[in-house]
């Protein structure tokens, strides 16, 4: 297939971005519970991140925030913004659909037997301040990718059946717009926190796109790391092309996993980060993994474009540092300062969701360029909230001004259409 390529999908960081400690182990969100947010900070570090991205030669989507506060959703609950309990207020304000690493799954078109790329909708049902996400995601899915020639996007996963999206799915392939195979890595137990991604939702959507299951590979997280707060595996393992880069301690049968990958792909170079160079709770803290793992152009090898964070930690920089050093695939670190999102649990590789496609078979309303990002953070400068703090969240004129920051900003984008 020609004219494959990685496209990074960014959510917008919206404009009602708070800490209100809403997700259960996620440890940076427990922690900042309360603290004041700083949503226009956290937009333009935000877009700043995807100009980075489109100065090293890659292509660059975005989605838009959601319509926040949900009034349907507390409508459904028999609740108003006004009246509604504050932890139910606080997931209809949720900002959290910025993380677009849990927007859907994706497997490409080499991969699948019908050679479109498809795309299920994560139903994110195990946290209640995500549940009510998939249904405004999935309108901006089937716009963006509304070619059925090349796509096809599947609504989601019935419950009670936890799907978190990408950020518990991999590929490993000799190149992007080559056929590879397909890592789902799903969660048994997490010591006092859920595990959110069910192995029967993996299994579902592996199904759904018609994967060939000698093709698939079901791996589970590692029941350590999710008790440390690796609530997805993008937290603790990144994968691209031939390369995985993985911590020690990433997954429960580890030498299973490594034996599978390279009885498809001999010739597979994975990365295990050791735990007495860098320890989980580190791994953790500077979201070392949950970096963007990416080709550059003209053969110049991988980047992993890590939050600022890593850079800060020692014993992460140390490793880091040497790893680049020597003849390995990732030759290049580049640290973005992503802190607004890195506060409330999120690194890069959180705001991002990897699709291999044609950028010319994208709706191209989608597509970032440099004028865009000008005219994005224009309106952001102007119409984002400078700061919210939870206990904010029942003043009507909060609601308002969210409303009509994101309306500007459909506005420019020329998506005015979009409701959810």
Not at 11 to 17: F, K, L, T
Not at 278 to 294: C, R, T
Request: hydrophobic fraction near 45%; glycine fraction near 8%; charge should be negative.
């Amino acid at each position: 297939m020609t004219g494959l390529v990685e496209i990074n999908f960014d959510g917008i960081i919206g404009p009602s971005h708070n800490y209100a400690g809403l997700s259960v182990g996620n440890i940076a969100s427990s922690n900042n519970a309360g603290a004041t947010a700083y949503p226009r900070e956290a937009a333009l570090q935000g877009i700043a991140k995807m100009r980075h991205n489109l100065e090293l030669g890659l292509a660059q989507g975005f989605f838009m925030p959601l319509d926040r506060p949900n009034e349907g959703w507390l409508a459904a609950l028999g609740t108003t913004v006004a009246d509604a309990e504050p932890h139910l207020r606080a997931a209809a304000f949720s900002a959290s659909s910025m993380w677009a690493a849990n927007a859907a799954t994706i497997s490409p078109a080499p991969d699948a037997p019908d050679g479109k790329c498809h795309l299920t909708v994560a139903n994110l049902q195990t946290m209640a301040h995500r549940s009510h996400e998939w249904p405004g995601t999935l309108a901006q899915l089937r716009l963006a990718f509304a070619n059925n020639g090349y796509f096809s996007v599947h609504a989601p996963v019935p419950s009670p059946f936890g799907d978190e999206g990408a950020a518990n799915h991999m590929r490993l392939c000799t190149n992007h717009d080559a056929a590879g195979f397909e890592i789902f890595v799903y969660g048994k137990s997490g010591g006092p926190f859920p595990a959110r991604q069910h192995i029967e939702a993996s299994k579902a959507v592996a199904r759904i796109h018609g994967l060939n299951p000698e093709r698939v590979i079901f791996a589970q997280q590692a029941e350590i790391a999710i008790a440390a707060g690796a609530f997805h595996n993008d937290v603790v393992a990144v994968a691209n092309e031939r390369v995985l880069f993985t911590h020690e301690q990433a997954f429960e049968q580890p030498q299973t996993l490594y034996d599978a990958i390279r009885n498809q792909m001999p010739d597979a170079e994975i990365i295990i980060v050791p735990t007495d160079k860098v320890s989980l709770e580190d791994a953790i803290k500077s979201y070392l993994f949950n970096a963007q793992l990416v080709t550059l152009p003209d053969g110049a090898g991988m980047a992993l474009i890590l939050p600022t964070e890593a850079r800060e930690n020692d014993a992460v920089w140390n490793y880091l540092t040497e790893l680049v050093s020597g003849n390995g695939p990732i030759r290049k670190l580049c640290p973005v300062d992503v802190r607004q999102s890195m506060a409330n649990g999120g690194g890069p590789a959180c705001l991002r969701l990897r699709v291999v496609a044609d950028p010319a078979t994208v709706d191209e309303r989608f597509m970032a360029t440099r004028q865009k990002l000008d005219r994005m953070e224009n309106v952001v400068a102007e119409y984002w909230p400078e700061a919210i703090r939870p206990d904010q969240l029942a003043n009507p004129n909060l609601a308002a001004a969210v409303g009509e920051a994101r309306a500007r900003l459909l506005e420019i984008c020329g998506l005015s259409k979009l409701v959810g």
